[in-house]
T-cell receptor, first 106, second 114 residues
Framework: DAKTTQPTSMDCAEGRAANLPCNHS???????VYWYRQIHSQGPQYIIH???NNETNEMASLIITEDRKSSTLILPHATLRDTAVYYC???????FGAGTRLTVKP | GAVVSQHPSWVICKSGTSVKIECRSL??????MFWYRQFPKQSLMLMAT?????????EQGVEKDKFLINHASLTLSTLTVTSAHPEDSSFYIC??????????FGPGTRLTVT
C-alpha cells in the first residue's frame, strides 16, 4: 500500500476554509485517495474519496494533483465541530497513518 | 451512509478472562470486515481482516490465538480477546465496505482489563 504523509497539526479560524494537505507520492494508478476524520473517542467517519478528478460532496472538496502524488481536503467553512484528526488513506487495505489534528478556533 | 454498529460500546473485565466484541453491518452485507486497535493518542492499527465463511487474515505481529475472529454471517463479525491482560486495554474498532470502495466504521468498543 502507498504510504501517506500529513502535517501533524493545523489550526483554522471558525468560518474560514480549512485546507489539509496529503502527500502520497508512491500511489499506484488504480489506488484511490480516501479521507476520514475521527472525533475523540469515536469511530472514524468517511468524508470523501477520489481517483484522479476533483470531487465535492456536502462535507468537503478533494483536490488531487495531476500527477496524483498529493491531494488537499478542503472544508469550505470550518466550524468548531470540525475539530478532529483527519486521515488521508490510500487503498488497497485501509492503513492509517498519524493523520492531521485540525483545531478550529473561534 | 451505511451503518456499522458495535457491541458493547465499553467493557471492563478481569485479567485472564475473555471478552467478545460484535461488529454488525445494519443495512448492508459485508463479506469482509476489518478490525483495528487504537491506543490513547495513537492512530488506528489494523489487526486483521475478517472474511465471511473463511479464516481471518492477521497483520504481522498480531496473535491469532489471542484475538479470535469469526465472521459467521454477512452482517456479523466477532472479535474475542482471549485471556485478556491489562496491556490489551484499548479502543477496538471495526469497519466494512458498503458496496462502494469506501469503508464505514463502527463507533468502537473501549476495553479495560483490570
Amino acid at each position: 500500500d502507498a504510504k501517506t504523509t500529513q502535517p501533524t497539526s493545523m489550526d483554522c479560524a471558525e468560518g474560514r476554509a480549512a485546507n489539509l494537505p496529503c502527500n502520497h507520492s508512491t500511489i499506484s494508478g488504480n489506488e484511490y485517495v480516501y479521507w476520514y476524520r475521527q472525533i475523540h473517542s469515536q469511530g472514524p467517519q468517511y468524508i470523501i474519496h477520489g481517483l484522479k478528478n476533483n470531487e465535492t460532496n456536502e462535507m468537503a472538496s478533494l483536490i488531487i494533483t495531476e500527477d496524483r502524488k498529493s491531494s488537499t481536503l478542503i472544508l469550505p467553512h470550518a466550524t468548531l465541530r470540525d475539530t478532529a484528526v483527519y486521515y488521508c488513506i490510500v487503498r488497497v487495505r485501509v492503513r492509517f497513518g498519524a493523520g492531521t489534528r485540525l483545531t478550529v478556533k473561534p | 451512509g451505511a451503518v456499522v454498529s458495535q457491541h458493547p460500546s465499553w467493557v471492563i473485565c478481569k485479567s485472564g478472562t475473555s471478552v467478545k466484541i460484535e461488529c454488525r453491518s445494519l443495512d448492508f452485507q459485508a463479506t469482509t470486515m476489518f478490525w483495528y486497535r487504537q491506543f490513547p493518542k495513537q492512530s488506528l492499527m489494523l489487526m486483521a481482516t475478517s472474511n465471511e465463511g473463511s479464516k481471518a487474515t492477521y497483520e504481522q505481529g498480531v496473535e491469532k490465538d489471542k484475538f479470535l475472529i469469526n465472521h459467521a454471517s454477512l452482517t456479523l463479525s466477532t472479535l474475542t480477546v482471549t485471556s485478556a491482560h491489562p496491556e490489551d486495554s484499548s479502543f477496538y474498532i471495526c469497519s466494512a465496505p458498503a458496496g462502494g470502495s469506501e469503508q464505514y466504521f463502527g463507533p468502537g468498543t473501549r476495553l479495560t482489563v483490570t
